[in-house]
């Protein structure tokens, strides 16, 4: 099996590893002191009686080996997550200047905006978050209506998406990779479907990905996926979704995911489905049989030929 | 006080007819009126087989989450259903079955533990029991009609408020767990009051069980814990029925308000849940080893420091809020320190092991079970309290694993070694042992199975509350174990349900002491309790008294017969437990049934908008009460009763040292903590602000919660003045004059909010400050129907010197309603000046 993508004990950056050390540490010394307490218990079912000295257990094993224990603990992971980066936006504003992209949570995808380093307006995108690696991107995160939690465990640890407050969260990964999360506060119908993957791609990648996703949807030549733009335009597709070159690049919030790059993006319908012509035109057809209770209603009177093409000039915008 | 027989309270022979009078006194109704029973015992027995039911019922809940659970893009429950049999599976397991089974062993177990006849107020644990059996059946038939709660059994807003859950299910839960509420306050406010003042003579605190320690704290802790979740249910409804925003952040609220509320209850209702388990776990372990209790006071130190330690710890369900790294620090800090007290106790009870010589009977095996799942449950707990590992495992399914082996562990297995150990003080007959057995191992392997791998799949990404899973993430196995281990487990429990029906369809036998135990319950015992009230010398009693069983059997103690005629029990003074009066008890009665029935009634049905039905309903409990009042607060037929050959009691007491005065400024704690719950929402949603009152808001002129504050001082000095004027007629025109000024205060403080514009819905801090309002609101109608209620007493001349507790009782309420009413306006008034 390869490489779980989702595991807190499978670290792709030094904030995960260090919580992943703290995993094991925590799992053996609480395996030890269990193993230790098993063993006095079943020393007690044996047939003999002792004299035991109340003291000893009371004031040494009750208080003075659970205060040791615990101070030891206490010290060394107070020290510990000390060498985690800092989780806040002041503390963000190094010489390093990380990276900051904001992230939207809502019922039940995720809306992640990239700030232009050129003054453009901002890149808006969905569900998959891109970050160079060997850098701390900081992640701005609010809601947009329920509580929501961003958790990449193999990155580090979840942070609450809350309304009304603007919460934050590191990313540093320290290889490339592809690094699934999900949403961790229960959110309604489809908690369960609202996944997100990271990208972790070396720093030349990051910056051509990065100047691809600048560029707005290009007109194709192609027949068939000018009839599929078109009905992205008939079907008023725009109403909740962006797309910047064909409509609704005026910066307005729209209900609906950013789908300027969709066909780049390796997962629809937040991390439900891999993106390729098949699937789009399945969840355009009806959202609800694949995510029941989705915002997105189903497609009416679209007839075949314009549902193929659209979900092949969708697949398109890379 | 020695065996020597003419030392004893009472010599022999004792008068013919006695024992018959007081058997008539005590005797329980057959056939269907056996539900207007009020005796302790029955209330148990009917309220421990409630919650079990629940227990069951919740468990198959579970059973149902697992099968959906068992393999990936399941499709055996659909998303909404499975987020409705989630939600339940919680609220039932938390608020139907754990906090009233607990209550319900002490209902049961505690009188005769501690030497009383019955619990001090027997009319009130009916009506608690009966509303909660209605209510919660209603409840749980929600999920028939679809109508289930579905924002999980914390129920965050705003997920939780109107505009994501438009249905009725999360008003449901709302009210429905206002009747577990009623349930667990009245049976705080009866365990306190009965371990306080109803021990038997000589069982000083000092030797008081550790039992019974254990559920004075608990009750305690119910006091200052419940009142946060009432406040914060009262504004999530009153958001939702109203639109008052106390959540909505685009209006002023913060979702984070609910959680602060909701935790301030929840983590010490965790060991609510825990502290009982481990008093009955200090019962068993040096019964069974055959030595006492090593360490005992130590141990009830402990249980104090964990009661009175678990309110600063709420925060650790919320580090990943963003709440700032420095406080959660502290709380972290303080959830590692709280295994201390916790460790002391395990640690205690091993040495007691070592000490004595554990018999390998059923209640041991789930004794160990017990130490094996809890010990293993509180290291995951220290675990959890490091911040970074709980930024991961947070809201994970290793916090499944968690709270499962300490709930389960640390409730549960406790729970069944005690119903295995218990159950013969029914009717003689002992559950079967080589069942038992098979009940263990199943019941123990199953858990494990089920909830162990619960850690790694969390670990490995799996968040909680999914109602399916990608097949591609490494969780299928894991999963399917669990799945396999959780029905193993329900195969162990139904055994248990098997063997227990058949038990009890044998004839019954003597009871005696089949464990050889050395507390109070064991001694004979019929409807009445003990013949004689005991008079004891030590914290062992049965080991250290010997001859106690036959001389209590005998009448040889205190109160061996009936006085009045009527039900009656020993008060004894707090620490020392010197008599004081004798406690004339009520009968049986339909009231509390019928009342419980109406006030469940008014609740559900004006859930679903069935608004006459509703208020008929709420007719029906008023009345009700009022009937069931209306028989208590009269003078005793006697003033002194000879309890003993060389001691006589006055009947009854007045003023504070009656026990409805205790119960009543207990209640009045409640009362206060809900009070300061609000004020605290009040603080929090100012704090918030940068401008406070915020625009478009604005305070009353001072005049007007001046002039209500100085209304309010004159109502209770008018009620001050009447407590004065007892048996004169003065005294009903006095209550309605102080009537006049509460409602006149009340209209005051109104008519300052609405000339200063006031407008709930516009944001969160106005909001507060009319549900600072509203409050007192409430309480001016409490006072005004109280307040007629005693007039109507003195006009028909119940309200004599004798008879006083309903007019001391409305003084003391009548006070707090007048000071909750100055402190509203002070709050509100000085909460902005503190801030600027």
């Known amino acids: 099996m390869t490489v779980p993508l989702q595991s807190v004990l499978h670290p792709a950056g030094p904030d995960a590893a260090i919580i992943s050390q703290f995993a094991w540490v925590l799992f053996g010394g609480g395996a030890l002191i269990f193993a230790l307490v098993m063993t006095l218990v079943a020393l007690g079912m044996g047939k003999q009686t002792r004299a035991v000295r109340p003291m000893r257990w009371i004031v040494g094993a009750g208080v003075a080996f659970p205060v040791a224990v615990l101070s030891v603990l206490l010290a060394w992971s107070t020290w510990r997550s000390g060498q985690l980066t800092a989780q806040s936006a002041q503390s963000a504003q190094s010489s390093q200047l990380p990276l900051v992209v904001s992230v939207s949570a809502k019922m039940w995808w995720w809306e992640v905006r ?83 993957h990271v990208v972790a791609q070396p720093s030349h990648e990051y910056e051509a990905w990065f100047a691809r996703q600048r560029q707005p949807a290009a007109l194709p030549t192609d027949a068939f996926l000018l009839r599929g733009r078109q009905a992205f335009i008939d079907q008023r ?43 789009l035109a399945g969840w355009i057809a009806d959202p609800h049989s694949i995510k029941p209770g989705v915002r997105m209603p189903a497609a009416a009177g679209m007839d075949g030929e314009a549902l193929r093409a659209l979900a092949t000039w969708l697949e398109s915008l890379e | 006080m020695t065996d020597c027989p003419n030392l004893l309270p009472s010599s022999l022979p004792r008068p013919p007819g006695e024992l018959e009078q007081l058997e008539a006194a005590w005797k329980t109704p057959t056939g269907w009126r056996f539900l207007s029973s009020v005796n302790n015992t029955n209330i148990g027995l009917l309220y421990i087989g409630t919650s079990l039911l629940f227990f069951l019922l919740a468990g198959v809940l579970g059973l149902l989450m697992r099968m959906q659970l068992a393999v990936p893009e399941n499709t055996f429950l659909s998303a909404s259903t499975y987020n409705q049999v989630f939600t339940m599976h919680g609220t039932v397991m938390m608020f139907l079955f754990a906090i009233p089974v607990v209550e319900a062993i002490a209902v049961y177990l505690l009188p005769n533990m501690l030497g009383a006849r019955d619990l001090p107020f027997p009319r009130l644990s009916a009506y608690a029991f009966w509303a909660y059996a209605i209510g919660g059946l209603a409840f749980f038939c929600t999920l028939f009609v679809g109508l289930a709660p579905d924002g999980g059994w914390f129920m965050y807003p705003p997920l939780t408020g109107k505009a994501y859950s438009p249905g009725l299910n999360a008003d449901f839960w709302l009210l429905g767990i206002g009747f577990i509420e009623i349930s667990a306050i009245a049976g705080a406010i009866e365990l306190i009051v009965g371990i306080l003042f109803t021990r038997a003579p000589g069982m000083t605190l000092a030797k008081m069980p550790v039992y019974a320690w254990a559920m004075l704290i608990v009750g305690v802790m119910i006091v200052f814990a419940f009142p946060a979740i009432i406040a914060g249910t009262a504004l999530l409804e009153l958001e939702r029925a109203y639109d008052w925003p106390f959540f909505i952040a685009d209006r002023g609220g913060d979702p984070i308000l609910w959680q602060h509320l909701f935790w301030f209850f929840g983590h010490p209702e965790v060991y609510i849940i825990f502290l009982p388990a481990a008093g009955m776990v200090s019962t068993m372990i040096p019964t069974i080893a055959g030595t006492p209790l090593v360490g005992r006071r130590a141990i009830i130190v402990a249980l104090v420091a964990v009661g009175f330690f678990s309110f600063a710890l709420w925060a650790h369900h919320m580090f990943t809020a963003g709440l700032g790294v420095m406080k959660m620090s502290f709380v972290s800090a303080a959830s ?48 959890v309290a490091v911040l970074p590992f709980d930024w991961q495992v947070h809201d994970t399914y290793f916090i499944v694993a968690h709270l499962h082996y300490v709930l389960i562990g640390g409730m549960l297995f406790p729970v069944f070694a005690a119903l295995y150990y218990w159950i013969p003080l029914i009717d003689g007959n002992r559950l079967s042992e080589s069942w038992a057995r098979w009940v263990f191992g199943l019941m123990f392997g199953g858990f494990n199975l089920a909830f162990f791998p619960m850690h790694i799949t969390g670990l490995l990404g799996m968040p909680r509350r999914v109602y399916t899973y990608a097949p591609d993430l490494g969780w299928n196995l894991l999963n399917m174990l669990s799945t396999v281990g959780a029905f193993i487990f329900a195969a162990g429990v139904l055994l248990f349900v098997v063997d227990a029906v058949r038990t009890f369809r044998k004839a019954g036998k003597a009871v005696g002491n089949p464990w050889n135990a050395s507390t109070l319950e064991w001694l004979p015992s019929e409807d009445y309790g003990n013949r004689s009230i005991a008079h004891i010398t030590s914290d062992d ?25 009527r039900r009656e029990t020993i008060a004894t003074s707090p620490v020392a437990a010197l008599p004081r009066y004798l406690l004339v008890l009520p009968g049986d009665s339909w009231w509390p049934l019928i009342a419980a029935a109406g006030t469940a009634g008014f609740f559900l049905l004006l859930t679903v908008k069935a608004t006459i039905a509703a208020w008929i309903c709420g007719v029906v409990a008023i009345v009700g009460i009022i009937a069931w009042l209306w028989q208590s607060d009269r003078p005793p037929p006697t003033t002194q009763a000879q309890v003993a050959d060389q001691l006589t009691l006055p009947v009854g007491a007045v003023g504070s040292a009656s026990h409805s005065w205790w119960a009543t400024m207990i209640m009045l704690v409640v009362d206060a903590t809900i009070f300061a719950s609000f004020v605290f929402a009040h603080i929090h949603v100012s704090m918030r602000l940068t401008v406070c009152p915020p625009p478009g808001a604005a305070q009353a002129m001072p005049l007007w919660p001046l002039l209500s504050s100085g209304l309010l001082v004159a109502g209770s000095a008018l009620v001050a003045l009447a407590r004065r004027a007892v048996g004169r007629a003065a005294l009903p025109w006095l209550m309605i004059a102080a009537m006049l000024c509460l409602l006149a205060a009340f209209g005051c403080g109104f008519n300052g909010q609405r000339l200063a514009g006031l407008d709930p819905t516009a944001n969160a801090w106005s909001a507060t400050v009319a549900t600072l309002l509203a409050y007192q609101g409430l309480h001016v109608v409490g006072m005004v129907m109280i307040g007629t209620y005693l007039c109507a007493r003195a006009w028909c001349g119940h309200v004599t010197e004798r008879s006083g507790a309903t007019l001391d009782n409305t003084a003391l309420m009548w006070h707090y309603t007048s000071l909750q009413g100055i402190a509203a306006a002070a709050a509100v008034y000085l909460v902005p000046w503190v801030m600027a």
């Open chain 1, 114 to 196: 990239y700030r232009d380093p050129a003054g453009g307006p901002d890149i808006v995108s969905a569900n998959e978050i891109h970050i160079p690696v060997g850098r701390a991107v900081y992640v701005g995160l609010n809601s947009a209506d329920v509580i929501h939690s961003l958790w990449v465990p193999a990155l580090n640890g979840k942070m609450d998406a809350v309304p009304g407050r603007v919460t934050g969260l590191t990313l540093h990964a320290d290889k490339a990779g592809i690094y699934r999360g999900q949403c961790a506060e229960y959110c309604g119908e489809q908690h369960a479907r609202m996944a997100l």
């Open chain 1, 237 to 279: 597709c725009s109403a909740c979704h962006t797309i910047r070159g064909v409509a609704g690049a005026d910066d307005q919030s729209r209900p609906g995911p950013d789908l300027t790059h969709v066909g780049g993006r390796a997962h629809i319908a937040a991390g439900t489905l891999r993106t390729h012509r098949g699937t």
């Open chain 2, 336 to 383: 590692m320190a709280v295994a201390v007290p916790t460790a002391i106790q395990v640690f205690a009870w091993i040495a007691t092991m070592w000490r004595g010589k554990m018999q390998a009977t059923a209640p041991t095996l789930f004794l160990l079970g017990f130490m094996f799942i809890f010990v293993l449950g509180g290291l995951t707990g220290v675990m």
């Open chain 2, 541 to 565: 009693p049965l080991w250290e008294q010997p001859a106690l069983a036959q001389q209590v059997v005998a009448g040889q103690h205190y109160l061996p017969g009936t006085v009045t005629g």
